[in-house]
């Protein structure tokens, strides 16, 4: 159980556009998600926390006009990227919070290159 | 201040030898202490978890972790490792709350020595 899902695992975009990744709980639901964001052989940096039905919290330095984070079900998360560049080219790794263990389940991760 | 600690950036073992890898916290309050493991391109496992009771802690794949609040320490250990063991390895520490973020170390990377 507690598995989680993301969408797409890789993806591939111009500069200047938008890209959408998905983060699905897909046998529990999760009130809370976590975006993170990890640099090539470095830790994960924790971008945002996104609560159902309610606006994302955003960790100081993280630009939430440019990181858009909606969670409009127990189940799906979802963080846009806008307008990207080449330096938000990253590895993002979401996270659901099983709420009776206080334990995140991680996504496998969906890389980013921005050409 | 909230921290995690990994002393060692990567570390190279042989195989069939034992393992431990160092982590230490800094967190104001009793803390849930995780290690996860990351292999290349993939997400979080989480190998163990600590939220209280015993301070010695099994988890999946052979490992374990010693709890031990006198040094604010929660070192990963397995007794003989496998090739398969080669990942990154992150030392984490949350809160005792569903709204605490969870605070990950630098991670330490293991490689295995045929």
């Known amino acids: 159980g507690a598995v989680v899902s993301q969408h797409p695992s890789r993806v591939i975009c111009k500069s200047g556009t938008s890209v959408k990744i998905e983060c699905r709980s897909l046998?529990?639901?999760?009130?809370?998600m976590f975006w993170y964001r990890q640099f090539p052989k470095q830790s994960l940096m924790l971008m945002a926390t996104?609560?159902?039905?309610?606006?994302?919290?955003?960790e100081q330095g993280v630009e939430k006009d440019k990181f858009l984070i909606n969670h409009a079900s127990l189940t799906l998360s979802t963080l846009t990227v806008t307008s990207a560049h080449p330096e938000d080219s990253s590895f993002y790794i979401c996270?659901?919070?099983?709420?009776?263990?206080?334990?995140?389940?991680f996504g496998p991760g969906t890389r980013l290159t921005v050409t | 201040a909230q921290s995690v600690t990994q002393p060692d950036i990567h570390i190279t073992v042989s195989e069939g030898a034992s393992l431990e890898l160092r982590c230490n916290y800094s967190?104001?309050?009793?803390?849930?202490l995780f290690w996860y493991v990351q292999s290349p391109g993939q997400g979080l496992q989480l190998l163990l978890k600590?939220?209280?009771?015993?301070?010695l802690v099994q988890g999946i794949k052979g490992f374990e972790a010693e709890f031990k609040r006198s040094q604010s320490s929660f070192n990963l250990r397995k007794p003989s490792v496998h090739w398969s063991d080669a990942a990154e390895y992150f030392c984490?520490?949350?809160?005792?709350?569903?709204?605490?973020?969870?605070?990950f170390g630098s991670g330490t990377r293991l490689s295995i020595r045929p």
């Open positions: 996270s659901a919070l099983v709420e009776r263990g206080y334990e995140q389940y």
């Open positions: 046998d529990f639901q999760a009130t809370t």
């Open positions: 996104s609560n159902e039905g309610s606006k994302a919290t955003y």
């Open positions: 967190y104001g309050a009793t803390p849930y």
């Open positions: 600590y939220f209280s009771g015993d301070t």
């Open positions: 984490a520490v949350g809160g005792y709350s569903s709204a605490s973020k969870i605070i």
